[in-house]
């Protein structure tokens, strides 16, 4: 009885914890927004006799991912398919462990159906889950799920068609079963793909015939202040809309036979009152508060905030608020509507601000932005008290304190008096101090020395700058460098919040102006952050500075540039990219060009190329069996080389050296020296960036030019070539002058006759025997090579033909033509033999 007791509070225990769960769950996610009515999502998505529950569209991915632990129209299929999609995962485990299937071709069938269907659930598990942010995601995760609907059609097929159909009907159909089951997969994910972005309620025929799913009649038992009535039916069998309106045909019969009667009983209620809907009863009314709120300002000197006056307006009618500031002329400002009307958010949680949340003398974050509610206007104060809410006494609308501050009138400052600026300009009008001085301005980027002529009036004590123009010396040729002013020499103290840059300047703020005794020759002055060197005079500063101020050397100043030594140009080393004559072009000249060819020898030779086969000198062994094709161009004596690819040998092939200059080894990049077609002979190596060439063979075309041209050539280079073709000519003139071409193809046809009436022979394996002991193509082989391949195949022809076959295909005593001899064993002579191997292979694959 006690471990009964025991057992009982543990079960107890765990139901507590188990009814606390969705509390921990809904504390440990975040806050999500609630769901909506039918009429706050489009008509896409709401469904029939679904009027609430739906998601708000528009949210991050977040949201409708951890949808999948919040209660809405969906969460019913989200979790069937969930649910369904790992129960069948565990049953297929649990069967894999069970019965230890093999991964084999007899359980492919229901790997395939297995994998179908989760793939059926995942895509309907998507499309239920994620189809409410917009529209677009609403058709792709939709199209997705019939897309798993059609794949997990086909994974049924299959699975039914190899685990459930006999044998008879398997060999039947075969061949038309699992195409047909894909195609019409295929024309089900296509009429659904079709009918769901075509059509919209209330569907039309078409619609049904592509897809038709809802099969169901529409509920017509209904509850109406606690009692049950039946109601007609607002929808037919499979959602076909029907009209509100419309009476059965019963109905209608009663309503002809049945008479007129007069009922007595209770009086009847007087009708409700009528319903005004707000947007009718609020309808422009609108409340409006005095605000302000108080805006930083980080870049002037003179504020650092800023007071703002707006007006805030809530339309009743749909509880949206707007906020306008009025508008004043030049204040630098984007003024006007501020916030467009619209429904506020209040906080994170989805609730928006509503009248009962304003009143006087508080602050409302809206946007970042705190306005502070000062006064109202007599219909919103009428309008709170009706609604029972006190409202709180007015403030004073708070200014500017920069506007405040521009509204005091400014003191104008007392100028002391000085020397008569009268006197001084009719004493010295016309009369112009001319210097000569180069400003330096070579700190700079593409600075140079430029001639100026310095000007000071002694009429108002204002000096200007002009610039000596010269010809073609590549400057816009502007008059004036600095214009006529007075120019400031030392500042008074500056405040270090005053910008150093300034529009005009002021007498107060000056010290000392630059006056004819800070103008002298030999010195530098600084005039608006330019240093000028003053370096010459004319005759009538001469004399003012001789009378005024006792100076008597004049002498100029030597400006004049000396001559830049020119440095010797040194040649870089070639750095080994491309060819010396190229890259030597880079350092001749700013824009480079093309070192000049020779036209002649390109027109002569064009289309000329002496082709070799060559072999790569190299230690390793996979190199050693490894051709390749060197073509030597004549018209520019430039090289490349090309591997012809061999299949099964791991070597792609392809282009191994592209079309340049190579140099012979020991030349010197100052004085480079190229191969030329005097070089390659027979057996010659050739040095190819650092990789040794052998030339083992040469294309005809080179015999015959070299011949052509013996003048050109050395005698040892013509000889080498003339020898290496001399026995390949032999064998030629000896294999034509041989037997009869009529004996031979009685022979063959004797051959031929006999080796029908033996076992099949793979004559095809033969052939390539032959082909792999001729590396170099020729078409012949020793006779001892020749022999030793007849006796491993074991050719089954009597010894007599065979011996008579191989004298006529005999060229010398030591060469067979061993083309001529397999024409007796044609490939297709055997076509069983070949189908035999190719079905070993396959099975041993």
Request: charged residues 25%; contains cysteine; aromatic residues 14%.
């Amino acid at each position: 009885m006690t471990a009964i007791l025991e057992r009982l509070s543990t079960l107890s225990l765990s139901g507590q914890h188990l009814s606390r769960l969705p509390r921990l769950l809904e504390d440990g996610f975040p806050k999500m927004p609630c769901t909506v009515k039918e009429c706050e999502v489009p008509q896409l998505f709401r469904e029939p006799y679904i009027h609430s529950g739906y998601r708000p569209t528009g949210q991050d991915w977040r949201y409708y991912f951890l949808s999948l632990f919040q209660k809405h129209n969906e969460v019913v299929n989200v979790w069937t398919h969930l649910l369904a999609a790992l129960a069948v995962l565990l049953r297929f485990k649990t069967f894999v462990e069970a019965e230890q299937l093999p991964v084999d071709a007899w359980s492919l069938p229901l790997l395939i159906f297995v994998l179908s269907s989760v793939t059926y659930l995942t895509c309907s598990l998507l499309a239920h889950l994620l189809q409410s942010k917009s529209e677009l995601y609403h058709y792709t995760f939709y199209f997705m799920d019939y897309v798993g609907v059609s794949i997990y059609q086909y994974g049924s097929a299959l699975a039914h068609f190899y685990y459930s159909s006999d044998q008879a009907w398997y060999d039947k159909f075969w061949l038309f079963f699992l195409p047909a089951a894909a195609f019409c997969g295929w024309l089900s994910c296509a009429g659904c793909c079709y009918a769901k972005y075509r059509y919209r309620r209330p569907y039309p025929i078409m619609r049904k015939m592509c897809q038709r799913t809802s099969f169901h009649r529409s509920q017509t038992l209904d509850f109406k202040n606690g009692y049950a009535f039946s109601r007609l039916p607002r929808e037919g069998v499979g959602g076909e809309t029907l009209f509100a309106n419309q009476l059965s045909q019963d109905e209608l019969d009663d309503l002809c036979t049945k008479g007129s009667t007069l009922t007595y009983g209770q009086v009847k209620r007087p009708a409700p009152s009528r319903f005004t809907p707000a947007f009718v009863a609020y309808d422009k009314k609108v409340l409006k508060f005095d605000a302000y709120f108080m805006e930083e300002v980080p870049i002037s000197a003179d504020e650092h905030y800023r007071i703002r006056q707006v007006g805030l307006y809530y339309y009743l009618e749909d509880d949206s608020m707007c906020i306008i500031e009025p508008k004043v002329k030049n204040s630098g400002l984007l003024q006007g509507k501020l916030m467009k009307r619209h429904r506020v958010p209040k906080n994170e949680h989805g609730d928006y601000y509503h009248w009962k949340d304003l009143n006087l003398g508080i602050d409302l974050p809206i946007y970042g932005r705190t306005y502070r509610l000062v006064n109202c206007d007599s219909f919103t104060k009428v309008f709170l008290e009706s609604q029972g809410i006190l409202v709180n006494p007015p403030e004073e609308l708070v200014s500017d304190p920069y506007i405040e501050q521009r509204r005091t009138p400014v003191q104008k400052p007392i100028v002391p008096t000085g020397p008569d600026p009268f006197r001084q300009f009719l004493t010295y009008d016309t009369k112009v101090l001319r210097f000569y001085a180069i400003w330096d301005d070579t700190n700079c980027a593409f600075g140079d020395h430029h001639p100026c002529i310095i000007h000071y009036f002694l009429a108002d004590d204002t000096v200007e700058v002009r610039e000596v123009h010269k010809k073609n010396d590549g400057r816009d040729p502007f008059p004036v460098l600095m214009r006529r002013q007075r120019l400031p020499k030392i500042f008074g103290d500056k405040n270090k919040n005053f910008p150093s840059c300034v529009l005009e300047i002021t007498d107060h703020e000056v010290q000392e102006w630059y006056s004819p005794k800070d103008f002298a020759i030999g010195k530098t002055v600084t005039l608006l952050g330019r240093t000028f060197l003053i370096y010459d005079c004319d005759k009538f500063t001469q004399d003012f500075y001789r009378e005024k101020y006792g100076i008597t050397d004049f002498q100029p100043v030597d400006v004049n540039k000396k001559p830049l030594e020119k440095a010797p140009q040194v040649i870089p080393p070639y750095n080994g990219f491309g060819i010396p004559e190229d890259s030597l072009q880079n350092c001749l000249s700013l824009f480079p060009k093309p070192p000049r060819k020779d036209i002649i020898k390109m027109l002569e030779n064009n289309l000329k190329v002496l082709r070799y086969q060559v072999a790569l000198e190299s230690p390793v062994p996979e190199d050693k069996n490894r051709r390749f094709i060197l073509s030597y161009f004549l018209s520019d004596d430039t090289i490349s080389i090309y591997e012809p690819p061999v299949k099964n040998s791991g070597i792609p092939g392809g282009k191994y050296l592209k079309r340049t200059k190579v140099t012979k080894p020991g030349s010197t990049p100052e004085n480079p020296i190229y191969y030329e077609a005097s070089d390659f002979t027979i057996g010659s190596t050739i040095e190819v960036f650092g990789h040794r060439f052998i030339i083992t063979d040469a294309d005809e075309y080179v015999l015959n030019y070299l011949e052509r041209n013996a003048e050109s050539f050395p005698a040892a280079t013509v000889q080498s070539i003339r020898d290496h073709f001399l026995p390949r000519k032999v064998v030629v003139e000896t294999a034509s002058s041989g037997i009869p071409k009529k004996d031979l193809d009685d022979l063959i046809v004797e051959v031929q006759k006999e080796l029908k009436l033996q076992a099949p022979f793979n004559t095809k394996q033969f052939h390539e025997a032959f082909h792999h002991f001729d590396r170099e193509g020729s078409g012949f082989l020793d006779k001892a090579r020749f022999l030793n391949i007849c006796d491993r195949f074991n050719v089954p022809t009597s010894t007599i033909l065979l011996k008579k076959l191989i004298d006529c295909c005999s060229c010398d005593e030591d060469k067979v033509n061993y083309r001529e001899f397999l024409l007796a064993f044609p490939s297709d002579l055997f076509p069983e033999a070949e189908g035999q191997d190719q079905q070993l292979n396959s099975q041993l694959t």
